[in-house]
C-alpha cells in the first residue's frame, strides 16, 4: 500500500523561495514517476513537473519553467519540488503523484496522490 505526504508549505511573499517535500511510504519508489499537481481554488488542477525514476528526464509547466526544480532522492524516497521567485499566481495547494513506469503530464495518469500542501504568496 502506497501513501504520499507532502511538507513545506506555507505563505510567503512574491520572490521568495519554497521548498516542498514528498514522502513515499511502500514499494517500488525507485520504479515509479513522481510528478507535482496544483490546484488553485476555483481552478482545476494543473501539471507543475515530472521526474521519472531515474531521474534523467524531468518535465516542467512552461508557467514554472526556469523556476522550479523537481527533484528526488531515491535512497530517501523523497520527492522535492524547489520553488524559486514565487509569484502570486503560484497559490494553490500542492499535491505530490506517483504512478509506475514512465511519467506523464496528466493527471488521471497517477495512481497514488498525497493529501497537499497549501502554498499562498502574497504579493
Known amino acids: 500500500h502506497v501513501q504520499l505526504a507532502e511538507s513545506g508549505g506555507g505563505l510567503v511573499q512574491a520572490g521568495d523561495s519554497l521548498r516542498l517535500s514528498c514522502g513515499y511510504s511502500g514499494r517500488e519508489f525507485n520504479s515509479s514517476a513522481m510528478a507535482w499537481f496544483r490546484q488553485a481554488s476555483g481552478k482545476e488542477r494543473e501539471f507543475v513537473a515530472a521526474i521519472t525514476w531515474s531521474s534523467r528526464t524531468t518535465d516542467y509547466a512552461d508557467s514554472v519553467k526556469g523556476r522550479f526544480t523537481i527533484s528526488r532522492d531515491n535512497a530517501k524516497s523523497t520527492v522535492y519540488l524547489q520553488m524559486n521567485r514565487l509569484k502570486p499566481e503560484d497559490t494553490a495547494v500542492y499535491y505530490c503523484?506517483?504512478?509506475?513506469?514512465?511519467?506523464?503530464?496528466?493527471?488521471?495518469?497517477?495512481?497514488?496522490w498525497g493529501q497537499g500542501t497549501q502554498v499562498t504568496v502574497s504579493s
Open positions: 503523484a506517483a504512478k509506475l513506469g514512465y511519467y506523464s503530464d496528466y493527471g488521471q495518469d497517477y495512481e497514488y
